[in-house]
């Protein structure tokens, strides 16, 4: 298994140009609540974990015109995963901070990508992007037509059931689950390329 | 009801079309009741490990793995105040009739051939001197600030002042115009970009280049202090380049008080960019020329790492952030970056104007020993070190870290000795048996007063033997396991502290060797010896 899906490269390309704000939007959608949660993981409080991640992704807003795709320099989200790593060393040992966690966990934090936390991060970041592809096709559908596919795929109710609450033929739940899908992957397809979800740590 | 199987062509058309079309009523039939059909049209929308990923991912109980529910929706532009583009303005307005047709306008006797770029108070444009044939760049004050008659006065005046200053790092001034529609500055035009138009494009700028930089901008600056102007704007869009990174011209002396009070009399925002303000500025305090020296050592920084020292998305956010926050380690963002640059930049950044560099000249001889030793390692000595607060802080911890060491190792002695199990170096036992006074047994610093060199290179050397010793000492059946590790930990921390000696007569430096030493002397007494006969 050689590594997790990256991020397209073509969604950090665009953000060479400061004027693409759609770019820009899609990014801090998708990456900011990564951070946070990373930084919440790692028990930096509310508040705290809100500024790290606003400040990795100024970082990476000023340093992306930099990064060209280029696997021997490895990936976009390790890249990211290295700055955040580092700036919530650096925000522990400016003190005071987030008396939950230490530097020296951080420290610990594994920036090779085989391991195990690197690993979560990817599966987090995979997670992240599902959640905001969700997010953004939902108005694009009835409300019945979603709660076929959310109950469906996601609750794994059975269809008949769902048929049944809906008041829909079995027919009918699949049509509008796979449309819902088909959306769905569409749209995380344009972050990343390929999905894989085994291997969730328990 | 069809008893024939869809075909992939209908399937694709269900799928893809949203509305509903006249044979759908037949397909939702038909896959009411098709197993076949319904797996086809679910593997057509996505294959299966897209429908696992889904359940897994959007589902509730993940949460609790993948680490908690989202933030409030937060939106991360990569435009800071500095970068977003004036509002468009045509500045033919402001210029008297041209003399020849071709050109934009004139200010004053020189022709404006076009614009070159604007500033948060100001307009830069390229012109002609057809007197003395020779091409110009023109400052106007910017209209919005022009309109008020303090903020014209000031800048005529403080354009004066800088024009007395002469000085091969302070650009030039050729003339004040004052007639015309905006007061204007004339300079000559220097060709190369900016500092921060270098740095943008090159990325970060090795030692050697910074440290001559460092010493040109040093003496411009030192220049216009001795004639008490004090800059208040220095920053790498002011730090124009000539002929690559060989030359550096500082410009807009003075200015950004200019704008400052005519923004006083409208609002009190700041223009232009606060990366580099003083802490004292930041707060509003009075400055004096150290917070130049400041905003120097943020130049610097910015060289060394390419990246700015204080970020933050709002003017407020970065103003909070200069004044207390301690920025990223230099070497730390480059490695390629020698302990002592980094520590003349750490030392101009220092929080208390009082703690940093006494004035540019001070800096300008300090850099310029340290050129002469990068260029003649051999030949020329470095500079004395300098002692900033943030290798007191590391120091600190090294301190505590190696004291940390010893402590943790004499109990797991103690309890072996005594009879109990050694505890594994995990569970470092936290009793404090035979824990010597090590405070107690040392001098204080007023005890101390001057310490001689030798008195610390004697001490020293004696600390570096010893634990070159317990290094090499073969492994007894009493000592515990972790003994060697211990050790080597301790050796680092010592060869640490050793890198930060900033002084032959360095007293604290001496405190520290000291409580390594006498913690080593315990320790030593602590081992078991060998017995005789072996
Ligand atoms: N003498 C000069 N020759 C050539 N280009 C110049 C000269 N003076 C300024 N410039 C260029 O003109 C542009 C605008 O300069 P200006 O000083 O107005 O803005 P700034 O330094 O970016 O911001 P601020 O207004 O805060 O000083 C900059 O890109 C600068 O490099
Ligand atoms: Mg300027
Ligand atoms: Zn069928």
Redo the contacts with the bound molecule.
């Keep these: 298994m050689d590594g997790a899906p990256e991020t397209r490269a073509s969604l950090i390309l665009r953000l060479h140009d400061r004027d693409d704000l759609d770019a820009w939007q899609e990014f801090s959608e998708i990456y900011h609540p990564l951070v946070f949660r990373l930084a919440r993981s790692k028990g930096f409080q509310h508040s705290d974990a809100l500024d790290v991640a606003q400040e990795v992704l100024l970082r990476v807003a000023g340093a992306v015109e930099r990064w060209e795709p280029d696997p021997e320099k490895g990936t976009f989200r390790g890249w990211l995963y290295r700055i955040a790593r580092n700036l919530m060393i650096d925000f522990l040992e400016r003190g005071r901070r987030s008396p939950l966690c230490d530097a020296d966990h951080l420290i610990e934090m594994q920036v090779d990508p085989s391991s195990l936390e690197s690993r979560t991060f990817d599966l987090a970041f995979q997670r992240q992007v599902f959640l905001w592809a969700a997010d953004r096709i939902r108005p694009a559908f009835q409300e019945p037509t979603w709660q076929a596919f959310w109950q469906t795929a996601v609750v794994g109710e059975s269809v008949a059931v769902v048929a049944e609450e809906l008041d829909m033929s079995v027919g009918a739940v699949y049509i509008a689950r796979t449309r819902v899908m088909q959306k769905l992957r569409t749209e995380v397809q344009r972050v990343i390329q390929d999905v894989e979800c085994r291997e969730v740590p328990a | 009801m069809s008893t024939n199987h869809c075909d992939q062509q209908l399937l694709d058309r269900v799928l893809s079309d949203q509305s509903e079309h006249p044979d759908s009523a037949d397909v939702i039939a038909h896959l009411s009741h098709c197993t076949a059909c319904q797996e086809r049209l679910d593997l057509l929308a996505a294959d299966s490990s897209w429908w696992e990923c889904t359940r897994e991912y959007l589902s509730e109980e993940t949460e609790a793995t993948l680490a908690g529910p989202s933030p409030p929706h937060t939106l991360i532009l990569p435009v800071l105040a500095e970068s977003t583009p004036p509002p468009p303005l045509a500045i033919d307005e402001y210029l008297d009739p041209p003399s020849h047709p071709e050109m934009l306008g004139r200010v004053g006797k020189y022709d404006v051939e076009r614009e070159?770029?604007?500033?948060?108070?100001?307009?830069?444009l390229?012109g002609f001197d057809s007197e003395l044939n020779r091409p110009v760049?023109i400052?106007l004050l910017a209209p919005h600030l022009a309109s008020s008659g303090i903020a014209r006065q000031r800048f005529i005046r403080e354009a004066r002042a800088a024009a007395a200053v002469v000085h091969d790092h302070v650009?030039t001034i050729h003339g004040i115009e004052t007639e015309s529609k905006l007061p204007a500055i004339v300079?000559?035009?220097?060709?190369g970009?900016?500092l921060?138009?270098h740095v943008e494009r090159h990325g970060t700028v090795d030692p050697i280049d910074i440290a001559r930089i460092g010493i040109q901008i040093a003496a411009g600056l030192s220049a216009a202090h001795a004639q008490g102007l004090v800059h208040r704007?220095i920053?790498p869009?002011?730090i124009?380049l000539e002929n690559g990174l060989s030359r550096v011209q500082i410009?807009?002396f003075g200015?950004?008080r200019a704008?400052h009070d005519a923004n006083l009399t409208q609002t009190s925002v700041i223009?232009?960019?606060p990366h580099f303000m003083s802490p004292e500025q930041a707060e509003g305090d009075t400055i004096d020329h150290r917070s130049d020296l400041f905003s120097l050592g943020s130049v610097l920084y910015f060289m060394a790492t390419g990246q700015l020292p204080f970020t933050g998305t709002t003017t407020m956010g970065v103003l909070r952030k200069v004044y207390k926050a301690t920025p990223t380690r230099i070497r730390e963002l480059n490695p390629l970056i020698p302990q002592r640059l980094e520590s003349v930049i750490d030392k101009l950044m220092e929080k208390s104007p009082d703690d940093r560099f006494e004035t540019a000249s001070e800096l300008r001889q300090y850099l310029s020993d340290y050129l002469a030793h990068l260029q003649q390692p051999t030949a020329r000595k470095p500079p004395r070190r300098l002692l900033t607060s943030a290798i007191r802080d590391r120091r600190r911890k090294w301190v505590l870290g190696s004291l940390a060491i010893v402590i943790g190792l004499l109990a797991v002695l103690f309890a072996s000795r005594t009879g109990t199990q050694p505890k594994s170096a995990v569970e470092r036992p936290t009793a404090r048996p035979v824990i010597p006074d090590i405070d107690a047994s040392l001098p204080t610093f007023a005890e101390l007063g001057v310490v001689s060199s030798q008195s610390i290179d004697q001490e020293l050397a004696q600390v570096t033997t010893e634990v070159n010793a317990l290094e090499q000492r073969p492994p007894l059946p009493e000592t515990p396991s972790n003994f060697p590790q211990e050790v080597s930990q301790l050796a680092a921390a010592l060869s640490a502290l050793e890198e930060s000696r900033i002084a032959e007569t360095d007293s604290t430096f001496y405190i520290e060797v000291q409580s390594i030493n006498a913690a080593l002397q315990q320790l030593e007494q602590t081992i078991p010896q060998p017995s005789p006969g072996f």
């Design positions: 070159i770029g604007r500033g948060g108070m100001s307009i830069v390229r760049a400052k650009i300079m000559p035009l220097i060709a970009p900016s921060h138009g704007d920053k869009a002011n124009l410009t807009d200015l950004a704008a223009t232009g960019t």
